[in-house]
Structure formats: structure tokens, C-alpha cells
């Protein structure tokens, strides 16, 4: 059981772009099975955050929360 920290959308896009290839699939597959256009992968596993998310990320590291992702098995 690995636990990867979340302190950025990076963070989170980058784990995110590791386990979709360690399951084989393509953004498209991934996008299509989630409901959402290839675009939106993209720019998830690129980092790039809504500023919504980037807020909820400062104000937990601001209160000294610690966010982690565990790949379930």
C-alpha cells in the first residue's frame, strides 16, 4: 500500500498519470469511462488546478492537514 502526498495539483496530476498507465489506458479510455473529454485528462495530469483546488490546498497546508492518495488494490 503506497501513500503519495497532495500538495499541489502536479502532485496529484502526476499520480494520476502513473496509475493510468499502470492500468494500460489511454487518456481517451480514461476520459471516456469518467464522462469527460480528453482535454480535461490532459490538464489534470499536467497540473493544471482550478483555482477552486489550488484554495483547498492552501487553506489544508495552512492548517497543517496533510492530504494523501493510497492506490487501492
Known sequence: ???????SADDLGALIRKRRK????TQ???A????????FISKL????G???F???LRVARILGIDLFAQVRD
Do not use: A, P, Q, W
Not at 500500500?1 to 500538495?7: A, K
Open 1 to 7: 500500500m503506497l501513500l503519495s502526498s497532495i500538495s
Open 32 to 39: 471516456e469511462g469518467v464522462g469527460v473529454g480528453v482535454t
Open 22 to 25: 499502470e492500468l494500460g489506458y
Open 45 to 48: 495530469e499536467n497540473g493544471k
Open 28 to 30: 481517451l479510455e480514461l
Open 54 to 56: 489550488d484554495r483547498v
Open 50 to 52: 482550478s483555482s477552486e
